[in-house]
């Protein structure tokens, strides 16, 4: 099974800063890496699929990047509602697998 | 408005069978494939299994010899079974709607059913 890293564990930041979440594959998984928001009460969101393309609806602080076994979530200018909980999950191969999970906490 | 909604038994008791439903709504299963995932206490994403719009199954080799997904496209429903529970299965069950066109992407979850494995 292809393992996926994500890093830092947790990340605390201030809103309108920017911060970086990174996930990492065990092998290449070419471009299919997506990106999930997942906070208490509501449906686990889809933000980015194929490393970086956005999905429709989600708002263009959100970016994604890296191809291989690299990839990156950026959110600029972060707002209040993007505290939360985020995941990687490679969508190459089977079994489709999931990072451990960011928390993105306020500072 | 896409929806999905799991339901089933908060408690199952250990070695018993799992049956989960997930009830779709603003969308076709004869167009759009289902995938369960699932999230143990305390731990991550764990991807489970499909439906295929075309009816065609895959699951995860870790859990292959003890789940089923089957459907009921007239009732809009996806269903899950797994048997011979134990604690550590204990967590949240979602039921997810796979992106069109593009391989195993979910674009929408249901909230999820909890499930608690426990004498």
């Known amino acids: 099974d292809v393992q996926m890293t994500q890093s830092p564990y947790n990340l605390a930041a201030s809103p309108g800063e920017s911060v970086s979440i990174n996930c990492k594959a065990s092998k290449s998984i070419s471009k299919y890496l997506a990106w999930y928001q997942q906070k208490p009460g509501k449906a686990n969101k889809l933000l980015i699929y194929d490393g970086s393309t956005l999905q429709s609806g989600i708002p263009s602080r959100f970016s994604g990047s890296g191809s291989g076994t690299d990839f990156t979530l950026t959110i600029r200018s972060l707002e209040p509602e993007d505290f939360g909980l985020y995941y990687c999950q490679q969508h190459n191969e089977y079994p489709y697998t999931f990072g451990a999970g960011t928390k993105l906490e306020l500072k | 408005q896409v929806q999905l909604t799991e339901s089933g038994p908060g408690l199952v008791h250990p070695s018993e069978t799992l049956s989960l439903t997930c009830t779709v709504s603003?969308?076709?299963?004869?167009?759009?494939?289902v995938y369960w995932v699932r999230q143990p206490s305390g731990k991550g994403l764990e991807w489970m299994g499909r439906m295929r719009y075309n009816g065609d199954t895959s699951y995860n080799s870790a859990l292959k010899s003890r789940l089923s997904i089957s459907r009921d496209t007239s009732k809009n429903q996806v269903f899950l079974k797994m048997n011979s529970l134990q604690t550590d299965d204990t967590g949240t069950y979602y039921c997810?709607?796979?992106?069109?066109?593009?391989?195993?992407?979910?674009?929408?979850w249901g909230q999820g059913a909890s499930v608690t494995v426990s004498s």
């Open positions: 997810t709607r796979a992106r069109r066109g593009t391989r195993a992407v979910m674009d929408a």
């Open positions: 603003g969308f076709s299963l004869t167009g759009y494939s």
